[in-house]
């Protein structure tokens, strides 16, 4: 590799509140995964009963659709930096809470589901700052590449944060909590550290206009609108994490180790397609990409659903993840680019909205269709369904399906 392309290549770790906000981004993601996969273990043991593990999706969700309004205002007026690391600091106040419920022999649905809210609570407000932030810490041309690895990072922790979380939890199901606990302090700390990025917005009073300014710019900007909604049905009727639990034991015969395996999977393909994507960047047809990316995640998702055998259920996760970062790609850069600052974190509020309904709210929808009519029945449908949804918004938003490059559009410069 020459000097000149891997220069290229971590263009985004030059600057220091960059690399501090990455590898501060890369703990808490990988202490979420360990504790997921802790806590979806734990309650179905202690249930059997899939509706219960798509209970945790809700009680997650909800917060951040009940907060949209506050929590995109308040990246968009106060310091981002300060309140990422308030929520790193919660972060570890409710990692220590579980923690202590499993020392105590307390743990049980509704005292996890009540700390569960409470996490939504603070993700609801770090998600929007968090993703407003990093634009203020690398200059323009450096913020594809950040992008690309801001989504290696999540993705790398989902591949070995389950699979730790796994082997962790072999050991007693103290320790994941206690891992977890050290990861969130880190990370706040890390954030702590970050130099303060120069103010590129003026505060406002707040009024009713301000505060629904993000969806107005979405409701106008179909680009945006095309790109935020795509992911929202796409993952909400695909996405089949909250049922791993139910493929590990009772299809796939597998254990907590395997559970790991099976979460993990999507991560391998995911980050190794992001690590691609920041080397070589989507130069030209970036809709059809992106098009092409959900209808893949569709297909896999529906051979996983189909597959008894675990090999072809972790690859078919595995293109499952490639095909799902080839959009996340395409799509974190448009919303970027196309929103102007002083809007990114309402913005966002509303892009994280969309996120956590087709992720967390897409695992009530598996869990109580499971409930229903079957594991298998559940994810089969969603892929059918994300499929289907792929067509319809290729047709319903041709301007996004036509986007060539992933530049900023002349009418925002």
Not at 154 to 177: H, K, R
Not at 202 to 205: D, L, N, V, Y
């Given at each position: 590799m020459s000097a000149v392309h891997a220069s290229h290549r971590f263009a985004a770790f030059r600057h220091v509140g960059y690399r501090r906000y990455f590898f501060s981004r890369f703990l808490a993601y990988f202490a979420i995964q360990i504790i997921s996969v802790a806590v979806g273990w734990q309650i179905y043991d202690l249930t059997r009963d899939p509706f219960d593990l798509g209970l945790i999706g809700l009680f997650q969700f909800l917060p951040s659709l009940v907060l949209i309004l506050v929590t995109g205002a308040a990246a968009d007026r106060y310091n981002r930096r300060m309140i990422m690391g308030i929520c790193m600091v919660i972060s570890t106040l409710c990692a220590t809470a579980l923690l202590l419920l499993t020392v105590s022999g307390l743990f049980s649905p509704w005292p996890v589901y009540a700390i569960l809210v409470v996490f939504g609570i603070e993700r609801a407000f770090l998600a929007p700052a968090s993703q407003s932030l990093a634009p203020n810490l690398v200059p323009p041309e450096d913020l594809p590449n950040a992008i690309a690895w801001n989504s290696t990072s999540?993705?790398?922790?989902?591949?070995?944060?389950?699979?730790?979380?796994?082997?962790?939890?072999?050991?007693?199901?103290?320790?994941?909590?206690?891992?977890?606990?050290?990861?969130f302090l880190a990370s706040a700390l890390m954030v702590f550290a970050i130099p303060r990025p120069a103010t590129r917005t003026?505060?406002?009073?707040q009024s009713w206009e301000t505060i629904t300014a993000g969806f107005r710019y979405i409701k106008a900007e179909k680009v945006v609108l095309g790109a935020i909604s795509l992911d929202l049905f796409a993952v909400l009727l695909g996405g089949a994490v909250a049922l791993m639990p139910v493929f590990a034991r009772d299809i796939l015969d597998l254990g907590p180790w395997g559970l790991g395996l099976l979460r993990a999977a999507p991560g391998i393909g995911a980050v190794s397609m992001a690590v691609w994507l920041a080397a070589h960047p989507i130069r030209h047809r970036a809709g059809f990409y992106m098009f092409t990316g959900v209808a893949l995640f569709g297909l896999g998702t529906v051979v996983f659903g189909l597959s008894a055998t675990p090999w072809i259920s972790i690859a078919a996760?595995?293109?499952?993840?490639?095909?799902?970062?080839?959009?996340?790609y395409v799509r974190e850069i448009l919303i970027t680019l196309w929103t102007p600052d002083e809007l990114r974190g309402r913005?966002?509020?509303?892009?994280?909205v969309f996120i956590g309904a087709s992720n967390e709210l897409g695992e009530f929808r598996a869990g109580m269709m499971a409930s229903g009519f079957g594991a298998v029945f559940a994810v089969v449908f969603g892929g059918m369904g994300t499929l289907l949804v792929s067509g319809l918004w290729a047709l319903g938003f041709p301007q996004l399906r036509k986007i060539d490059t992933l530049d900023v559009p002349d009418h925002h410069k």
């Open positions: 999540w993705q790398t922790a989902m591949i070995v944060g389950p699979v730790a979380g796994g082997l962790i939890y072999a050991l007693g199901a103290v320790v994941p909590y206690a891992v977890g606990v050290c990861f003026q505060a406002s009073a996760l595995i293109v499952m993840g490639a095909a799902d970062m080839i959009s996340v913005v966002n509020a509303v892009n994280m």
